[in-house]
């Protein structure tokens, strides 16, 4: 799915959401032990708020963070920039398997990078958009 002039795109969600989920439906105190690490994760790494949703975007100059709907049956992107970088900073991308859905890295030249969970629905995009980001055929 490509939405809002991206060349490729997915919804993201921030870094230890998947992880702080599953800390919710386990429950008790291991299941708040599991979310409290989370939490930790989400500030370190995303510029996404806790809860919220976005979609990433990958355009000819530039990659872009987009604000998202959450919707009935899918989300919904917004033309709300919550993030922006020239693809010039960009230095690689990354996408890791989990269980449950995948860890989408973007690294830039100042050595900061932008961590995102891909639930196992959105992987396709991410997948595309590594392959964009590092010259990689695309899937």
Same mark, same amino acid.
Do not use: C, N
């Given at each position: 799915?490509? @939405?809002?002039?991206?060349l490729a795109g997915?919804?993201? @969600? ?10 919710? $439906?386990? /429950? ?11 939490? /930790?994760?989400? $500030? =370190? =790494? ?10 990433l975007g990958v355009?000819?100059?530039? *990659? ?12 919904? $992107?917004? @033309?709300?920039? *919550?993030?922006? $970088? ?6 690689? =991308?990354?996408?890791?398997? *989990? ?7 973007? =690294? ?16 396709? /995009?991410?997948? @595309? ?9 695309r899937v």
């Amino acid at each position: 799915m490509v @939405e809002l002039g991206t060349l490729a795109g997915t919804f993201v @969600e921030p870094r230890g959401t998947i992880v702080s989920v599953v800390g919710g $439906a386990i /429950g008790g105190r291991i299941g708040d032990g599991i979310r409290d690490g989370a939490d /930790g994760q989400m $500030a =370190a =790494a995303s510029p996404m708020t806790p809860g919220s949703i976005g979609y990433l975007g990958v355009r000819s100059d530039s *990659v872009v963070l987009f604000h998202a709907k959450r919707g009935l049956f899918s989300p919904k $992107a917004t @033309e709300q920039v *919550v993030a922006s $970088a020239p693809r010039t900073e960009v230095s690689g =991308a990354s996408l890791d398997g *989990v269980r449950l859905g995948s860890l989408l890295t973007v =690294a830039f030249r100042d050595g900061s990078s932008w961590q995102f969970d891909i639930p196992k629905i959105h992987k396709k /995009g991410a997948q @595309e958009i590594v392959a964009l980001l590092t010259g990689q055929p695309r899937v």
